[in-house]
């Protein structure tokens, strides 16, 4: 299965939309060069991962990687549409404490306004 990354704007957020797999190599490479693009337009993103279908170790690697750059450099990531499996898998790794998740992508979007 191939990765793909739409992008939309929603009340001045980028809402990244995931579709796929986020494994080690060309999938977590897309995505990195992808959201360090975004970043260096945007600093509030939301990123939908419902389309997601598994994600190892190098792709939650990626994912705190770019949550950190994009800290650092004053931007934001909040994550939305996490199924179960990735939910426990951000529990185990206790990453939950980490990014800012939300149930829907509209509470996501709305969380920027506080």
């Known amino acids: 299965m191939s990765f ?4 939309r704007q929603q ?11 986020i494994t080690f190599g060309d999938e977590a ?3 990195r060069e992808s959201l360090k693009k975004i970043l260096a337009e945007s600093r509030q993103v939301v990123l ?7 994600i190892d170790s190098g792709g939650l ?7 950190s750059s994009a800290r650092g450099a004053g931007a934001d990531i909040k994550l939305t ?11 185990i790794t ?4 980490v990014f800012e998740v ?4 509209q509470q996501a979007v709305d969380a920027f306004k506080r």
């Open 4 to 7: 793909k990354i739409e992008t």
């Open 11 to 21: 009340n001045g957020v980028t809402i990244v939309s995931c579709n796929g797999r």
């Open 29 to 31: 490479m897309t995505l």
């Open 48 to 54: 939908n991962l419902a389309g997601v279908s598994y």
């Open 61 to 67: 690697g990626t994912l705190v990687g770019v949550y």
């Open 81 to 91: 549409g996490l199924g179960q499996r990735l939910k426990d898998t951000l529990q």
């Open 94 to 97: 206790k990453l939950v404490t």
């Open 102 to 105: 939300y149930e829907t992508e």
